[in-house]
């Protein structure tokens, strides 16, 4: 029987905020669809969550970066949903090939492009039927370099204002009741596999920010805030959410 709750989508749920997400998501008696690209992540997520939780959670392995198969392979997802769509949360994303943009290579770039903004607006535009049309929830994780200037970061930079910018106008067109409740979480520095990934540090990925010179948000706080917006009454839009280490200046 679907979880009470209804279900959640959530990308980028095999490691940090995502999967922060699932977990407090779980606690919450949502059921959930898990996307990524590290199944076996997925799965052991899933059966934990199902275990401690009895909630339904569907393992769904895709890589967000195949844009141009991405429409089919979430039919199928959507086709094997565990109950109604109640929420989505979009947190997949990375920063694969940062340094100046004078030295650049555009296959990250490309990723970037493809992971960070094309597949959460393909993702979204499949969604939008899906969810709940008296008040669905849409958050989408985009980040403070959405925001400002990011040297070293200009092509994550770009798809984070990118996102921003889809997101607000977005946020125009839906309204509930009709349509859905979209909401924009823009996380600062967060303890989470991101720097490991950023670097291109060899597998397996780690938390690696003991020599950042501030204290970095921790994945749990960033998934607090989503379920917080998320469990506002119907009345009430969280629109915009920035969230920063409290000490810290990049
Ligand atoms: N950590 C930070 O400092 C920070 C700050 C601001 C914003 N953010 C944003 O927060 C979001 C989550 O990042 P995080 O910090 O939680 O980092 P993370 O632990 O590295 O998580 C990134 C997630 O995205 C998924 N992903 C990456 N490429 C993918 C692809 N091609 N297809 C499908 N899934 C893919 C990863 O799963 P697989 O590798 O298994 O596919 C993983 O689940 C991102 O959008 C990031 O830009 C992070």
Not at 136 to 164: C, E, M, W
Request: net charge negative; charged share 20%; hydrophobic share 45%.
């Amino acid at each position: 029987m679907p979880g009470a709750a209804g279900t959640v989508l959530i990308t980028g749920a095999s490691s940090g905020i995502g999967a922060a997400t699932a977990r407090r998501l779980a606690a919450r008696g949502h059921d959930l669809v898990l996307i990524a690209r590290r199944e076996e992540r997925l799965k052991a997520l899933a059966a934990e969550l199902s275990a401690e939780h009895g909630t339904a959670v569907v393992a769904a392995p895709l890589d967000l970066e195949h844009t141009e198969e991405l429409a089919d392979a979430l039919t199928a997802v959507l086709a094997a949903l565990p109950g109604p769509l109640a929420g989505a949360v979009l947190a997949a994303g990375h920063g694969r090939g940062h340094g100046p943009v004078r030295e650049a290579d555009s296959a990250p770039w490309e990723s970037q492009l493809r992971v960070n903004l094309l597949a959460p607006m393909i993702v979204t535009r499949q969604l939008l039927p899906e969810l709940d049309a008296r008040g669905g929830d849409l958050v989408l994780v985009g980040s403070v370099f959405g925001t400002r200037p990011s040297p070293g970061y200009a092509a994550y930079s770009a798809t984070k204002h990118g996102l921003a910018g889809f997101v607000r106008s977005l946020a125009e067109e839906e309204r509930p009741p009709g349509g859905c409740r979209i909401c924009l979480i823009s996380p600062g520095a967060t303890n989470t596999e991101f720097a490991s990934v950023l670097s291109g540090a060899p597998a397996p990925r780690v938390h690696q920010v003991t020599d950042w010179p501030y204290h970095p948000l921790l994945a749990e706080d960033v998934a607090a805030a989503v379920e917080w917006a998320m469990s506002r009454p119907g009345h009430a839009r969280i629109a915009e959410l920035t969230l920063d280490p409290a000490d810290a200046r990049y």
